[in-house]
């Protein structure tokens, strides 16, 4: 009798126990479900969903490709900013120079870095129309935490391949350099900067780029 | 080409290097990959006035007269000739499948497509590949040399100037035995590539700080890109600013 109570204890034990494990990792799996619903998209599916959303409204909006400047501004901001870690591009593209500028001066190159980019591809926003864009297949490992994905442009029937170079931060992936046809945006950028940060220092630099920016926003026509 | 030509052609890039060489000595130069940076320079400016003065204007006419549609179909006709070229070194670099592709666009855009005017292939699907002499023989390990920056023809490194008789021998033009008529045709493709660059120019005009630096980094790269058998990255060795 004692025994057969204890039995019935002992497997009431083990049902608990069990059930609670089979609960708890369910809760885990479960939670983690929620956490990668909520988490970061993969680099590969962050690039897609820009590439059409953003070509998608520029092909919507006839003022976007007229060369409204506030309306560019607004995608740019909107939908590409949060995507991209100029930070960091800035600070590659200075190169060795980044460390001799000042807490504020750094901020500021950032800023112009950024407005120069604008500037240059403001003006291709017109051109968007029916080019196609095709993912190549991403592998990488799923630890990596700089990775590039890699798409091919159809512009005029002729290809080009667009790779975009991503880093992951706790905020998502951050797209921090630009690859088109091959061509490093940060690679081109910085061998310019280093030169002209050599010859006329930060402040040089610094001040021809407010120049050329408040020039080309004073200058505005697509 | 005619072998005149040819010497001739050889001769003054023996020339250009004895001069070059000879002119550099004395340049303070900054990067590795171009130690003849100073006449370089001259020759980039001599490129650009040019450029400046007489081929964008006649770009710019041309795109001006010309519709974008028979543009388009100029700019094709010039492509499929540039893919018997493509077909020969994608043979040479091994790359069967590149090859065999390129060897059916132009069957399908010289005949289906009016002498190549319709990009028929790209519709079809077959993609166009690129390839020159210059990556078969950076393929076969061949290192680029120093870049060059040659009068009317733009950046190059040692490597691509070497491999440019050959290539010009796969381009059908150079086989036109009447010459006006192969240099109109050198000429058009030429006014034809320039006009499709016009929007490229004035991005580099507005981006770059030095236009010559701009121009040798990108080129370099981009020349570097196509002898990469593997993507790989720029290394930016943050660690060491």
């Known amino acids: 009798m004692k025994d057969a109570i204890m039995k019935q204890a002992f497997s009431l034990l083990v049902l608990f126990m069990i059930s609670t494990l089979l609960l708890s990792v369910g809760g885990i799996a479960s939670a983690k479900n929620v956490e990668k619903e909520t988490k970061i998209d993969p680099p590969d599916q962050l690039i897609r969903t820009i590439t059409t ?3 998608n409204t520029i092909k919507q909006d006839p003022a976007l490709r007229n060369g409204d400047l506030k309306k560019i501004t607004q995608l740019v901001d909107q939908k590409i900013l949060p995507h991209a870690n100029m930070a960091h591009t800035t600070r590659l593209v200075l190169g060795r120079h980044w460390k001799k500028a000042t807490a504020k001066q750094q901020q500021q190159l950032v800023t112009q870095f950024k407005d120069l980019l604008f500037y240059t591809y403001a003006g291709a926003v017109a051109y968007i129309d029916n080019q196609k864009v095709s ?17 091919e442009v159809i512009h005029q029937g002729k290809p080009y391949a667009v790779n975009y170079r991503l880093e992951k931060t706790t905020s998502g992936w951050k797209v921090y350099d630009v690859a088109i046809g091959g061509v490093w945006q940060v690679l081109t950028f910085r061998e310019q900067f280093n030169d002209y940060v050599s010859e006329h220092g930060i402040v040089g630099l610094l001040s021809y780029l407010t120049e050329q920016n408040q020039r080309r926003a004073a200058s505005w026509q697509p | 080409m005619s072998d005149a030509r040819l010497r001739g052609f050889y001769t003054a890039g023996a020339l250009l290097l004895i001069l070059t060489l000879t002119a550099c000595a004395t340049v303070n130069t900054r990067s590795p990959s171009d130690p003849l940076e100073g006449i370089n320079r001259t020759f980039f400016q001599f490129n650009d006035t040019l450029d400046q003065a007489a081929f964008q ?20 006709i010039f492509a499929n000739m540039h893919d ?24 399908i855009n010289t005949f289906f497509g009016v002498g190549g005017f319709f990009d ?17 023989l950076g393929l076969y390990g061949i290192p680029p040399g120093p870049y060059l920056v040659l009068p009317f023809w733009g950046p190059k490194t040692l ?3 070497i491999a440019l008789p050959i290539d010009l021998q796969t381009l059908p033009i150079s086989h036109i035995d009447i010459l006006y008529r192969r240099y109109a045709l050198y000429g058009w493709r030429a006014v034809s590539r320039r006009a499709e660059l016009l929007q490229a120019g004035q991005l580099l005009e507005n981006t770059a700080l030095d236009k010559y630096t701009f121009v040798r980094n990108a080129y ?22």
């Open chain 1, 53 to 55: 959303d953003v070509m």
């Open chain 1, 135 to 151: 993912y190549k297949p991403f592998i990488a490992s799923p630890n990596a935490t700089d990775v590039v994905v890699q798409t």
């Open chain 2, 57 to 76: 204007p006649v770009a710019k006419a041309y795109a001006r007269i010309v519709p974008p549609p028979v543009r388009t179909g100029i700019t094709n």
């Open chain 2, 84 to 107: 018997i070229r493509t077909l020969l070194n994608s043979l040479l670099q091994g790359k069967i499948i590149a090859g065999s592709e390129s060897l059916m666009r132009m069957v």
């Open chain 2, 120 to 136: 028929v292939a790209s519709g079809a699907g077959l993609p166009k590949h690129y390839a020159d002499f210059g990556q078969t």
């Open chain 2, 159 to 161: 490597r691509g100037t």
């Open chain 2, 220 to 241: 370099l790269q981009y020349r570097k890109s196509l002898v990469q058998q593997k993507d790989s990255l720029p290394d930016y060795q943050e660690e060491d600013e």
